[in-house]
């Protein structure tokens, strides 16, 4: 082997080290960004800051930063979350903020085109599946793949799908509850309601307006939510408590107040009931042998959204069903995307590439 192709190998060798190739998780909350044979190296919220001028965007931050200006901006910025529900509310936006990750994960200035994968809710519509993956393609992509958002939360929590087994995963994102039964490496059974940690949010924003006359951000509502939400009544009727800040209804100015668990319990009652509702609807339509394996093996939740206190149980409560939360249940899905990437010739048949 002469010099020249010994140099060749290596650099092959290298390239094959460092690919470009990623999967992304484009969540309504989050945006997860994992990098074939690296892992999970990026997550950041999904918002963008930007200044008008001219008619013209131009954007000021991205993730993090453009977080801690929501609800905070003058007249000339506005930070706002491209994603809704799981699918892009606004195009040029959304193709900003995935070029920013992409910069990110990439130091280097100089990659080759990335092959990406990327999550969508098993409800999109086939308008806004071509939004994302124009998007995608858009921001740098040789190519871009579709991968059904339950499919990778199930990957991600390491259960069998690809057995002759019934799966059942409930995936509760930002925007979005993916409910779905999975067998055979695909979707048996698969419902998306449009309830998640966003209508969590609302729901405690307009309870505090309507019993306390109190009106909160949407920072604060993630805040209490994360901080002491629960899905059920605390078994003293009060539970933890937390103090909060916004503005009075009644005579404008600011004021403190406190809010026990017991209260926030009441303000989800109805996000967290549309949610057992999907998983029951979900049931109800399994077939017979299929719902056998789920009894036996119980219900895997995902999803930022299986993190709220006791919400386990709430589900147990109503299915009987045993009701496990997994590992890493906020990087489910983008884990499950990398392993599509990583595995992808074993995973095709779950990865649209539209030719």
Do not use: W
């Amino acid at each position: 082997m002469t010099a020249q192709e010994r140099n060749t190998t290596r650099m092959s060798g290298l390239g094959n080290l460092f690919s470009s190739d990623m999967a992304i998780d484009l969540g309504t909350a989050n945006t997860l960004v994992y990098v074939k044979g690296r892992g999970v190296i990026l997550s950041e919220p999904s918002v963008v800051a930007y200044h008008v001028k001219e008619g013209q965007k131009k954007v000021l931050a991205v993730g993090e930063d453009a977080k801690l200006m929501l609800g905070r901006t003058p007249g000339s910025i506005e930070a706002i979350r491209p994603m809704r529900e799981g699918v892009i509310a606004d195009f040029d936006v959304a193709e900003e903020m995935i070029k920013h990750f992409i910069r990110k994960v990439h130091k280097r200035t100089t990659f080759s085109k990335p092959k990406i994968i990327v999550c969508v809710p098993h409800g999109a519509t086939p308008v806004e599946k071509r939004a994302i993956r124009q998007s995608v393609l858009s921001a740098g992509a040789r190519r871009a793949g579709l991968i059904a958002e339950p499919i990778a939360a199930a990957i991600g929590a390491g259960m069998p799908i690809t057995d002759p087994t019934g799966n059942m995963v409930v995936d509760i994102g930002g925007g979005t509850t993916e409910v779905a039964v999975l067998s055979l490496g695909d979707i048996v059974y698969a419902r998306s309601v449009r309830v998640g940690g966003d209508r969590m949010d609302e729901a405690i924003i307009s309870f505090l307006r309507r019993q306390h006359n109190l009106l909160i951000g949407e920072s604060t509502a993630e805040r209490i939510k994360t901080s002491i939400g629960t899905a059920r009544m605390p078994d003293d009727g009060r539970g933890q408590s937390m103090p909060i800040r916004g503005r009075d209804l009644l005579n404008g100015v600011p004021k403190e107040t406190e809010i026990s668990q017991a209260q926030v319990a009441e303000a989800l009652a109805e996000p967290v009931q549309q949610i057992c509702e999907a998983v029951m609807t979900a049931l109800e339509a399994t077939p017979p042998d299929l719902a056998a394996d789920i009894v036996d093996r119980g219900v895997m939740l995902t999803g930022g959204g299986a993190l709220l206190g006791e919400l386990d149980l709430a589900l147990r409560e109503q299915t009987g069903l045993a009701i496990s939360v997994a590992d890493e249940s906020l990087n489910c899905v983008a884990l499950g995307t990398g392993k599509a990437l990583e595995y992808e010739k074993q995973l095709r048949h779950v990865i649209d590439y539209e030719s």
